[in-house]
């Protein structure tokens, strides 16, 4: 019997063990594995961050109908917390559209033609499971009403007039375009597809079943994480040719290697943000200045917002 009790014990600390390292692991934006129900099960997906930013290649292009995506948020995420963008380009630029999961775990569809004429779409009545994967899908539907699909089934419908926009401006997964990536998604995606079209409810439920069509021609992009390796581009699936670039926030003092020049002026990015997102790096970063000057030939060290 204590035999037994303490394989029961062994097996408890290991599984604690193992939670733990799947949601540390969720923040260094490297790739995990989820062996969680639903979509995606047992495979590998992107672990975004607010170090490092994914963004498309170009514009999508033409005006959105549809998105999907397969996602597994934090279970540590609370529900007064945002869940993250799941693929967005807002960023002080419009036209502008964010698919994201706001806080109550809500998926939200944030759409505007200026900045200042924004249409804020919250399913309230959508709850996103924390912990698992789950297919969302998003989609307009005859200029006037905006559904929302879990797991290929149709969860709420909200009236809505969305005007037509192309985003002159690329769009990042995981993340937007908002100085330091302060609304990077809590969690994984394993997939983001756009389309142009409105999907109907069959197509959704095939695609949760099935899989997406790689060659459906409404596709303005389609980019699958399930075998991403944790650095470099990720192809754009469909035809559209629209690759995902990895732009990392920091650098490794090793990849500043001053040879021919005369001079380097160090520039520090907007330290606001520096201090609010990044508390724990203001100091290393002029420190690290102070003590390389001479190697790196700094002339000038300077504050700048970038």
């Not at 007064?80 to 693929?87: D, H, N």
């Not at 990042?172 to 990536?181: P, V």
Request: proline share 4%; glycine share 8%; net charge neutral.
């Amino acid at each position: 019997m204590k035999q037994f009790m303490r394989i029961l014990i062994s097996l408890a600390i290991l599984a604690t063990i193992a939670s733990v390292f799947v949601e540390q692991t969720a923040a260094t934006g490297q790739t995990v594995t989820q062996n969680a129900g639903g979509a995606g099960a047992g495979q590998s997906g992107l672990s975004p961050s607010v170090d490092i930013n994914y963004e498309t290649s170009k514009p999508l292009g033409a005006t959105p109908g549809s998105f999907e995506a397969s996602v597994y948020l934090s279970q540590s995420l609370s529900a007064k917390e945002r869940g993250g963008v799941i693929i967005g380009n807002y960023g002080g630029e419009a036209p502008l559209i964010n698919f994201e999961i706001y806080t109550n775990y809500n998926p939200r569809l944030y759409w505007g033609a200026t900045a200042s004429a924004v249409t804020n779409i919250v399913f309230e009545s959508v709850k996103v499971p924390v912990g698992e994967w789950v297919q969302l899908d998003i989609v307009c539907e005859d200029n006037d009403k905006v559904s929302c699909y879990v797991n290929g089934e149709l969860k709420q419908t909200k009236s809505a007039v969305l005007p037509k926009i192309v985003c002159a401006t690329p769009h990042n997964i995981g993340g937007d375009r908002r100085s330091g990536n302060a609304q990077y998604f809590k969690g994984h995606i394993m997939n983001v597809a756009v389309y142009s079209r409105s999907r109907t409810a069959a197509e959704i439920s095939a695609s949760y079943k099935n899989g997406i069509d790689a060659a459906d021609s409404g596709l303005l992009g389609y980019w699958d994480f399930s075998k991403y390796s944790g650095s470099g581009e990720i192809a754009d699936i469909s035809s559209k040719g629209n690759i995902l670039k990895e732009i990392k926030k920091w650098f490794t003092a090793d990849a500043l290697k001053p040879d021919t020049y005369d001079y380097t002026v160090a520039v520090v990015g907007d330290t606001q943000i520096i201090t609010e997102k990044y508390p724990d790096k203001l100091s290393l970063i002029y420190r690290w200045i102070a003590d390389s000057a001479a190697a790196k030939k700094y002339a000038l060290p300077s504050v700048s917002e970038i």
